[in-house]
């Protein structure tokens, strides 16, 4: 995984007006916390940042003022709902070798056996303990031929060295269902609908 480096700035004002004038600026809010350090206040440039957030738990060098250099991963995003523009961020401080809790996105590779069966997801993150700066973007599982009723267990998932899984062994994380057929109604019914 590589490092992004952003530079932010630390910043005094608080509250619901001090955010809009940032966001105004084209900038984010955020908190840096993590090892037992008090949170530090900090803004973003917002472009970056949102170029930087589009993949999974990425690595961030923070530039804080132009002195101290920070490695952090996110662990909150929050978007606007309707816009989907940043409004606000928390970072985790991590350092080298250090080992974190993170999810990992699990994608699904393969065609599952005739029959118009459905692939569901019943995790799309995969909860793991990583070191910060060997976390994988994603985990990719084959699907290839399999039936109704088959399930991806959390322990069938092959993964990279130096990653274990933080979920019990037998939680399922991919299954395969049966496509329903739709029933044709009955004449009945045709007759009540017109």
Same mark, same amino acid.
Not at 75 to 104: A, M, N, T, Y
Not at 125 to 148: K, Y
Not at 183 to 189: D, S
């Given at each position: ?128 303990? !990583?070191?910060?700066?060997?976390? *994988?973007?994603?985990?990719?599982? &084959? @699907? $290839? ?6 399930? #991806? =267990? !959390?322990?069938?998932?092959?993964? *990279?060295?130096?990653?274990?899984? &933080? @979920? $019990? ?6 299954? #395969? =269902? !049966? ?16």
């Amino acid at each position: 995984m590589s490092e992004v480096k952003i530079a932010a700035e630390t910043r005094t004002e608080f509250g619901k007006g001090a955010a809009r004038r940032i966001r105004r600026a084209d900038k984010v809010p955020g908190v840096l916390y993590g090892h037992g350090s008090d949170p530090i206040h900090l803004t973003f440039p917002g472009h970056e940042l949102l170029l930087a957030l589009r993949t999974p738990n990425v690595l961030i060098a923070l530039d804080i003022d132009g002195k101290t250099n920070e490695l952090a991963i996110p662990k909150s995003v929050q978007r606007d709902p309707l816009k989907g523009f940043l409004e606000h961020v928390d970072l985790q401080l991590v350092q080298r070798g250090e080992k974190v809790q993170v999810e990992i996105p699990v994608q699904a590779e393969g065609e599952l056996a005739p029959g118009g069966n459905l692939l569901e997801y019943v995790l799309d993150a995969l909860p793991v303990e !990583a070191e910060a700066t060997h976390i *994988p973007e994603s985990v990719t599982v &084959s @699907v $290839e031929g399999l039936e109704a009723g088959a399930s #991806v =267990l !959390a322990k069938d998932i092959k993964l *990279p060295s130096g990653i274990s899984l &933080s @979920v $019990e062994d037998d939680t399922v994380v991919l299954q #395969v =269902l !049966a496509a329903q057929a739709e029933e044709a109604p009955e004449e009945g019914e045709e007759a009540a609908e017109a």
